[in-house]
């Protein structure tokens, strides 16, 4: 009785901390789990340059334009009709290329 409850207990443990699915030995699991705070926050997509984009901002503001430069989280377009500006990547919801 004692060595079923043991068993049980492990199996239980086993199954909280994987998921179930064994993920204690899956290289992807592993690999997430030692990526710094600092990589995941200074991921921003990188842009073609020359490609013309479409920004859907936060605040249900939209542009379109061209790439000239991007510098980190900024990008700067060429826009028609309107001056050109620097989009901060952090104020867009989604975009893409059109």
Known sequence: MKKMFVFALMLALFIALTGGYGQVINSDWVTRSFTSAEEVVNAYPVLEVGTKYSFQ?????????????????????ERYNIPDAWVNLENVAYFYAS
């Not at 901002?57 to 700067?76: M, P, Y």
Request: with cysteine.
């Open 57 to 77: 901002f936060h605040s249900q503001v939209a542009c379109s334009g061209k790439i000239l430069e991007q510098k980190e989280n900024w990008v700067f377009i």
